[in-house]
């Protein structure tokens, strides 16, 4: 309407009165009348000028810990132990096994906690919070209980060896109820339970936790902790080239992809841990 010439306007004589009457209560004001700029381009442009050039956020700055609980299913019939393993992101992995050799109860408990935190290191896991209803041996793994036992001793030594390869690895007791739902696996028979033959301190696989062949990832780990390059100058550029698709957070290494959150590199001998 403001476009159309004056006397088009007055031909509305509605229209016409309500402007006089405006005109004639704003004449008491000093008032300058400015043309509108066009603000929202600029606005927009300013926008996205300053989300590209903020920070872009990390993952988590405080690791968060996995959560593994533990226990065991002691009888006549099925001797068992079962570990339920929650990642940060509440992804919950579960692994049962079946004792095949005589153990007391407090024996098994040791055989689940062992269990566990390899299980956790074969999965990425530097932050371990750990729950059983064992309080015997939670507070002998945390100093308040003497061992007296002798094979509780060397189960002790080994449990305690596999929680120090961790960053941080808490224990904490729970009341059983708490721990109800490792309690009803571990009691279950289930086919695809792996079968444990020897006590955990006589199987040498428990000792390769820290067993690390070379793996693909290697070379792109170290050239974005390090910042170093081959001598080979085709080499180096392959590498840079390779590596910018690659970022590093908290130790662990991830892959950027394009329509969807960053994804975990892992190692070929962790694959067969994960598809267990």
Same mark, same amino acid.
């Given at each position: 309407?403001?476009?159309?010439?004056?006397?088009?306007?007055?031909?509305? *004589? $509605?229209? +016409?009165?309500?402007? #006089?009457? %405006?005109?004639?209560?704003?004449?008491?004001?000093?008032?300058?009348?400015?043309?509108?700029?066009?603000?929202?381009?600029?606005?927009?442009?300013?926008?996205?000028?300053?989300?590209?050039?903020?920070?872009? *956020? $990390?993952? +988590?700055?405080?690791? #968060?810990? %996995?959560?593994?609980?533990?226990?065991?299913?002691?009888?006549?019939?099925?001797?068992?132990?079962?570990?339920?393993?929650?990642?940060?992101?509440?992804?919950?992995?579960q692994r049962s096994r079946k004792i095949h050799f005589p153990v007391t109860n407090n024996q098994a408990k040791y055989e689940a906690l062992i269990a566990g935190p390899k299980f956790a290191k074969g999965l990425g896991a530097r932050h371990l919070h750990v729950y059983s209803d064992s309080k015997l041996m939670v507070n002998q793994l945390t100093g308040s209980y003497q061992i007296k036992d002798e094979v509780l001793k060397r189960y002790f030594q080994l449990a305690k060896t596999l929680l120090q390869h961790f960053a941080q690895a808490f224990l904490f007791h729970i009341l059983r109820e708490m721990n109800s739902l490792a309690d009803e696996l571990a009691k279950e028979e289930r086919a695809g339970a792996m079968n444990i033959l020897l006590p955990a301190f006589e199987d040498p696989e428990v000792f390769d936790i820290d067993s690390c062949p070379g793996s693909w990832m290697d070379e792109i780990q170290h050239y974005l902790q390090t910042g170093e390059l081959p001598n080979d100058r085709h080499k180096a550029r392959r590498l840079r080239v390779r590596t910018a698709r690659y970022t590093i957070s908290h130790g662990q290494l991830f892959r950027r992809c394009y329509s969807s959150p960053l994804a975990k590199?892992?190692?070929?001998e962790d694959s067969r841990t994960i598809l267990e």
């Open positions: 309407m403001t476009n159309q010439p004056l006397w088009s306007i007055l031909h509305f *004589p $509605e229209i +016409s009165g309500r402007l #006089q009457k %405006w005109a004639v209560k704003l004449s008491e004001f000093d008032i300058d009348f400015l043309p509108r700029t066009a603000t929202k381009s600029q606005a927009l442009a300013d926008f996205v000028a300053e989300l590209t050039t903020a920070e872009q *956020p $990390e993952l +988590s700055e405080k690791p #968060q810990p %996995w959560i593994l609980h533990v226990d065991v299913a002691s009888g006549e019939r099925i001797q068992g132990i079962d570990v339920i393993l929650t990642s940060p992101w509440g992804i919950r992995l590199c892992i190692r070929e």
